[in-house]
């Protein structure tokens, strides 16, 4: 089936796209989306995203289990952190939580009630996700949610990688975002590991001892789920 | 000499970046920073860039050239548009242009009074350019004009092809963006007016029928000048 891609590497840019209609694939590697995705594989009931704190904060005052993190560390007083490990623990099945992370829940909570459709998109389930977007017509944008606003390697390797998946599609590229992804992606993908070891964020959760957390970030194909908004929440 | 080195890779993500102490290098390939280059080689006295039509034509009424260019066409009234070959024209020696641009020029007003340094970068000059900045141990900050606030493919390319020429030197990249230049170079740099044809630009021109002036534009080291800017007014 033809499809038409875009990619948006930051939320800043986000104003210039339409995302009516749309599929939007948001994606936060290191690590919202990579821990939804673990969060949903492994028996979550769903993710209630937010953009703020102080949202997230009254959601654990309603009784709900809370996460944040900020900076790249758990926000103080809340239940959990932003670690796809954390996501594993079976106490955990059948649980709502709700989460607000620097980067990712932002760029969900920007696509929420606009686009057609919402998919949350990481390494851990690439397959799946090309597999389900294989099968449709609709126009899709793969939005990155970078750093704080910046564009970052990770999430556009990521969308490149996925572009490259798609190519037995008869995909045509839409913008430049697309083009620079997928230039991004053919120069990593034969170290991609040992290649993003350049990125700003992997440097930063280097620094906070998270190794084990990006290498597991990092690796493709851990779940077949495909997680996506349902209303305010993300379920599969 | 070692130096540090970032690429912003559209004016909408330039609020991130701290211009201050730094060698800003404005690029808009396609046409402003070509334009301003050949303008400058081809005996212009300087050029005074503006961001607003309303401001350039308030230029004009005060006696000046001025050249205006909305959407890759030349703005009704206006004495010049943004093609190089205009500006090679033997009547403009010693003359001063006031010239608004899409992109280009916003750039350059965008850095205007904050950076240490602000340079003119095209392919028509990059020889000369990077001979310079190899002499430099400020910080230096590549700044993609885009289209319209989005990033573009041969801004992206250009930068990444500075990033490469400086590689002797004993030079980091600063941010994900200077990587990603890097890679968009790498990947098209064998065949790269063959790969640039995908740019959305490149598209929009080639739709007016300019194929000249992008062959003109990415051809490497035409002119043995640095424009840069000097007060309000760019000069060699």
Chains 1, 2 share one sequence.
Not at 136 to 156: Q, R, S, V
Not at 183 to 211: D, P, T, W
């Amino acid at each position: 089936m033809a499809s038409q891609i875009e990619v948006c590497l930051t939320p800043d840019l986000l104003p210039h796209f339409d995302l009516k209609d749309k599929i939007v694939v948001v994606i936060d590697i290191l690590r919202a989306t990579s821990c939804i995705t673990t969060a949903l594989a492994s028996g979550v009931k769903s993710i209630i995203p937010v953009r703020e704190v102080e949202e997230c904060k009254a959601l654990q005052q309603k009784g709900y289990l809370a996460a944040a993190e900020r900076g790249g560390k758990k926000v103080e007083g809340f239940d959990l952190d932003n670690s796809p490990f954390s996501y594993q623990n079976p106490d955990l099945k059948g649980k709502t939580i709700a989460m607000t992370t620097s980067n990712g829940t932002l760029a969900i909570d920007l696509s929420k009630n606009v686009a057609k459709e919402v998919l949350i998109g990481s390494f851990l389930n690439q397959r799946t996700l090309c597999n389900y977007l294989q099968k449709k017509e609709d126009k899709i944008l793969l939005f990155c949610a970078g750093w704080k606003g910046k564009e970052n390697m990770e999430d556009t390797f990521f969308a490149g990688a996925l572009i490259d998946d798609l190519s037995n599609m008869n995909v045509e590229l839409e913008n430049d975002g697309a083009f620079i992804a997928k230039a991004v992606y053919h120069v990593g993908r034969n170290q991609y590991k040992k290649f993003l070891r350049k990125s700003s964020h992997y440097q930063r959760l280097i620094g906070f001892g998270l190794e084990k957390d990006i290498d597991f970030c990092f690796t493709a194909n851990q779940y077949d789920v495909l997680p996506y908004l349902k209303g305010n929440e993300i379920v599969l």
